[in-house]
């Protein structure tokens, strides 16, 4: 499933926050309270690269992914380069 990182400002307070959802979706402000506030900015975050130890692990959130993104491993690599290709050879 798709995964987002969320970017949000209150039009009432300007206060700014983050949320993770599988769309882009509207969000009511936590500091007012005003609701339904469109994210300004998304980041996608369905397949991550991380580092563990010495290794640069792929991670995918899977279409069964309901209410978090229920990473799943891909792969591990030596190198962040090789990660990239391997993810765009794969077209994730």
Same mark, same amino acid.
């Given at each position: 499933? !798709?995964?987002?990182?969320?970017? $949000? ?9 983050? @949320?993770?959802?599988?769309? #882009? %979706? =509207? =969000? =009511? %402000? ?11 900015? !998304?980041?996608?975050?369905?397949? #991550? ?15 069964? !992914?309901?209410?978090?993104? @229920? $990473?799943?491993? #891909? ?7 090789? !990660? #990239?290709?391997?993810?765009?050879? @794969?077209? $994730?």
């Amino acid at each position: 499933m !798709a995964w987002f990182l969320n970017h $949000y400002e209150c039009l009432r307070c300007k206060s700014k926050w983050t @949320d993770q959802w599988s769309c #882009l %979706c =509207d =969000d =009511d %402000c936590p500091h007012c309270g005003a609701r339904q506030m469109s994210p300004h900015l !998304a980041e996608e975050l369905t397949t #991550l690269i991380e580092r563990d130890g010495r290794d640069f692990v792929v991670r995918w959130s899977p279409e069964t !992914a309901e209410s978090e993104p @229920d $990473y799943r491993e #891909l792969g591990r690599f030596p190198t962040r380069e090789q !990660a #990239l290709a391997f993810l765009s050879a @794969d077209g $994730y």
